[in-house]
C-alpha cells in the first residue's frame, strides 16, 4: 500500500509539472486568435540592463536628436518585417506598422500594413523580425542629404526564434529587442578654424566595408547631417562589421579639392560606435581621439589609432 501511494505521488508531481510547463509555453488564447505585437530598439546592444529595458518596453526613453536617420527609438509610420518559422520552415514575411499614438498613450501600436495579414497565434511557432523592411545590405554612397541612405544601410534585428506570451503578445522588446547588425562609424573634425574652405566629403576605405568580406578594399561615402558646433564637422557612416582589426583610410577632401589622408586601425564590431576626432596640424591629418562603445550603452573599451 506504501509503494502505491508513493508511485500514485510520484506520478502525480510528475504530471503536475508536464502540465505546468505546457503552460508555460502555450498561450492561454485559442489557435487562430490575432497577436498582439511590441517592439523596440535595445538601449544597450545586449539587453542587459533592467532600466534600460524596462524604459524600452514602457516608450518612456527620451528620443535622441539624431534618430530621424539613427533609429535608437521606433518613429510613427516605421515598418517591421516579420518572418514566421513552424516546422523547419518559413512564412512569407509580413510587414507590421507602428501608428502614431492615441490620446492619453504614450506609444501607439502596431499593426499589419496590409488589412487581412495579421499574425495569429499558432502554437510551435517562432518569429524573428527586422528593421527597415527596405534594407538590401550597406550602401556604399550614404550622402543623401536627408539621411535616408544612411537609414536604409542599418539594419537592425532580433533575435531568432523569438516565442509569443501566454497572453498572444509578440513581445520583441528586453532580450528579444532589435539590436544593430552593422558598425557606426563617426568621424569629428577638430581644428576647422584654420581652414579657409569646408570640407566637401568625407570618404573611407578599408576591406568589405559594406560586402563585409575581407578580400578587397571598397569605399564608402560618409552622411554629413549639419548642423552648429560640433555637429557641423562631424561626419558618420555604417560599415560592415569584421571579426579581427583592420585598417582604414579615410580621405577627406575641401572645397579646393585638396585631399587629406590618415589611416585608422579599428575592430569593426558588430552593434558598435567608433568615434575618431581629427585634427590638421600643418596640413597634415592627425588622428587626435577616439571612443568606442555599444551603439547606445556608455561601455567605454580601449582601441588603437596609427
Sequence with gaps: MKTDRLYQTVLGCLLLTAGCSDNALTPSLPEGTPL????????????????????VAAGTRAVAADNGYDRSTFAAGDKIRIIRSR????????????????????????????????????????YQASYPIEYSGIRADQRKADGEDYRLSNLL?????VTIGRDGTLSFTGESAFVHKGVKLTLKFSGKNTLSKDFTSMTVTGKGLYSGGASKDETVYLYHP???GDAKYTWHGIIAPLTSLQSIQVSVTDANGVVYDVTLTCAR??????????????????????????????????????
Design 36 to 55: 498582439t505585437v511590441s517592439a523596440a530598439i535595445c538601449a544597450s546592444g545586449e539587453g542587459r540592463e533592467s532600466e534600460t529595458r524596462a524604459a
Design 87 to 126: 516546422n523547419g520552415s518559413s512564412s512569407t514575411p509580413v510587414d507590421y506598422t507602428l501608428n502614431a499614438a492615441s490620446s492619453g498613450s504614450s506609444t501607439g501600436e502596431w499593426k499589419p500594413s496590409v488589412t487581412g495579414t495579421e499574425l495569429l497565434v499558432e502554437s510551435g511557432a517562432t
Design 157 to 161: 534585428e532580433t533575435p531568432e526564434k
Design 226 to 228: 549639419g548642423g552648429t
Design 269 to 306: 564590431a558588430a552593434n558598435s560606435h567608433y568615434t575618431y576626432t581629427l585634427t590638421l596640424k600643418n596640413d597634415v591629418l592627425v588622428p587626435t581621439g577616439q571612443e568606442i562603445k555599444e551603439w547606445q550603452s556608455g561601455d567605454s573599451h580601449t582601441g588603437t589609432l596609427s
